[in-house]
Antibody
């Protein structure tokens, strides 16, 4: 059974830093692209970042809203991905979901999601 | 990036057919995906590649497309189908795009 378990969320002040983790199990982790998707209060889902499978995690991509502030990484030995949040802003307040990705031709999509971890940015 | 437009809410009585639309410029060229999201739970993929249903998803869920609009159809909606439904696709530049979500009420 595929499981994705996020952790690391919490309350932090604007300008602060936090690292989210996502522990994966039930599938061959390094074969899959992994993503972070977030949902701000009262808003829709928004894609945040992705990191390639194929073992080396060398290909990453970010939404414009977080580029230069957030960093995605993975540790295949631990079946875990991370999202380092730096210089956070109030608008980064959201539930952050760890998501497994698939490709259909040129389209990436998501087949399994974690339960999410809440990040609140407030002074 | 391009937008995907969904109605904020849809209401039906139990047993009726619910239709939730998702409109976007890139729809004719890109697949649509649908996710069911109940409060406090992980979102679930219910339709992929416009019309396909993953294993374990009830047959009452189906998808269709026409021009720039994808539609999620729930035939014989049940009370347990109450949830937020999100469409997803990619735009012509490969950006990941979600619709704003539609709250389905069955009562």
């Amino acid at each position: 059974e595929v499981q994705l378990v996020e952790s690391g969320g919490g309350l932090l002040q604007p300008g602060g830093s936090l690292r989210l983790s996502c522990a994966a199990s039930g599938f061959t982790f390094n074969n899959y692209w992994m993503h972070w998707v977030r949902q701000a209060p009262g808003k829709g889902l928004a894609w945040v970042s992705r990191i390639n499978g194929d073992g080396d995690g060398s290909s990453t991509r970010y939404a414009d809203a977080v580029k230069g502030r957030f960093t995605i990484s993975r540790d295949n030995a631990k079946n875990t991905i991370y999202l380092q949040l730096n210089n956070v802003r109030a608008e980064d307040t959201a539930v952050y979901y760890c998501v497994r990705g698939l490709r259909s031709g040129a389209t990436f999509y998501f087949d399994f999601w974690g339960q999410g971890t809440l990040v609140t940015v407030s002074s | 990036s391009s937008e995907l437009t969904q109605p904020p809410s849809v209401s039906v009585s139990p047993g009726q057919t619910a239709r939730i639309t998702c409109s976007g410029e890139a729809m004719p060229k890109k697949y649509a995906y649908w996710y069911q999201h109940k409060s406090g739970q992980a979102p679930i993929l219910i339709i992929y590649e416009d019309t396909k249903r993953p294993s374990g998803i009830p047959e009452r869920f189906s998808g269709s497309t026409s021009g720039t609009t994808a539609t999620l159809i729930i035939t014989g909606a049940q009370v347990e189908d109450e949830a937020d439904y999100h469409c997803y696709s990619t735009d012509i530049n490969g950006n990941h795009v979600f619709g704003g979500g539609s709250k389905l009420t069955v009562l």
